[in-house]
């Protein structure tokens, strides 16, 4: 199928790994011309190398910027003016218990994973209103409609997630830019990795049982019983970013191996 993708301009946030790179990466291998985000220009420039390695027809670039904040916005768009695809991938996690977190936590989360999409969608949708295409995708969660009792923080920016890009999408009746939101489950990411390792360890068996074992427990309405890989969320937002996808928006799109227990 042909993408239409060659020539796009992407920007994805909080990109130099996991779900992000993948993303950046599966853009890049179909003609996109994408940059790559992360705070440290280090942590950048690695993410780039590692996309341009050995690759000539990949164009990977790299900026780097706290996407949280308002200055690391503004820093961007002055390197950075226009963009094709947002991907607004940015966002972190922390298990908490729910009297634990404090009022900067909640204000911390909600500012990383919802108003840096927020900042960059309003950065971007000017000029591509002038283009009359765009396409602008949230990494949101199947935590956006499972609450997760560890972390109520991040379901709460999950779910506020959803409700941005549903109601941007709305504003947008008649024109050609599409606004949806992709919601992985859980996803062998970095951090992911470290927590299977970290669980392994603890209860002395190997990651293969670790994994099972989460699944069993944790995950149990989860139909492949297996952490998704990177590369299964980007095969999604690689469609949705494409010209194929223009009839797709203020969608809400799982990824999440089934782990939603609904059929609507
Ligand atoms: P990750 O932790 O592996 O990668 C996050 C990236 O963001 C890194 O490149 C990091 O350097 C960068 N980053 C962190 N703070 C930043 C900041 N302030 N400014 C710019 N860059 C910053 O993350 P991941 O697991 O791949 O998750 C990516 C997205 O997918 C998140 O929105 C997350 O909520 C969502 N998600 C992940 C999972 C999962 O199981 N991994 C499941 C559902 C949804």
């Known amino acids: 199928m042909e993408l239409g993708l060659h020539g796009k301009i992407a920007l994805i946030s909080g ?20 940059f ?9 420039d690695q993410a780039v190398a590692r996309l341009n390695a050995g690759q000539p027809a990949i164009e990977a670039r790299g900026v780097a910027a706290d996407l949280s904040t ?8 002055s390197r950075l003016p226009a963009v094709d695809i947002l991907v ?9 218990n729910f009297e634990d977190i404090s009022d900067a936590d909640w204000l911390r989360l909600f500012e990383t994973n919802v ?22 995708i949230y990494i949101s969660s199947e935590s956006a409609l499972q609450i997760p009792v560890e972390m109520v923080h991040y379901g709460m ?22 606004v949806n939101s992709v919601l992985p489950g859980p996803t062998r990411s970095e951090g992911v990795e ?17 994994e099972r074992q989460f699944f069993k427990t944790a995950r149990p309405s989860s139909i492949i019983q297996r952490f998704e890989t990177v590369e299964e969320i980007a095969a999604m937002v690689t469609f949705v970013a494409s010209e194929k996808a223009s009839a797709v928006t203020g969608a809400s799109l799982r990824v999440d191996g089934g782990v939603v227990r609904s059929i609507a």
Do not use: C
């Not at 790559?36 to 950048?44: A, E, H, K, L, S």
């Not at 607004?88 to 908490?96: R, S």
């Not at 108003?115 to 602008?136: D, F, T």
């Open 36 to 44: 790559v985000n992360g705070r440290t220009p280090g942590r950048v």
């Open 70 to 77: 308002t200055q690391g916005v503004a820093q961007l768009a």
């Open 194 to 210: 470290q927590f299977v390792q970290d669980y392994a360890r603890h209860s002395g068996v190997d990651a293969q049982e670790a």
């Open 157 to 178: 920016t999950k779910t506020a997630q959803l409700a941005v890009a549903r109601g941007l999408a709305e504003t947008l009746t008649g024109t050609g830019i599409t």
């Open 15 to 34: 990109s130099t790994a996991g779900i992000g790179l993948a993303i950046a990466a599966a853009l890049a291998k179909e003609g996109a011309a994408v």
């Open 115 to 136: 108003l840096s999409g927020v900042r960059l969608s309003r950065l971007y949708l000017p000029q591509m209103k002038r283009k009359n295409w765009g396409r602008i």
């Open 88 to 96: 607004n991938n940015l966002g972190i996690f922390e298990p908490k």
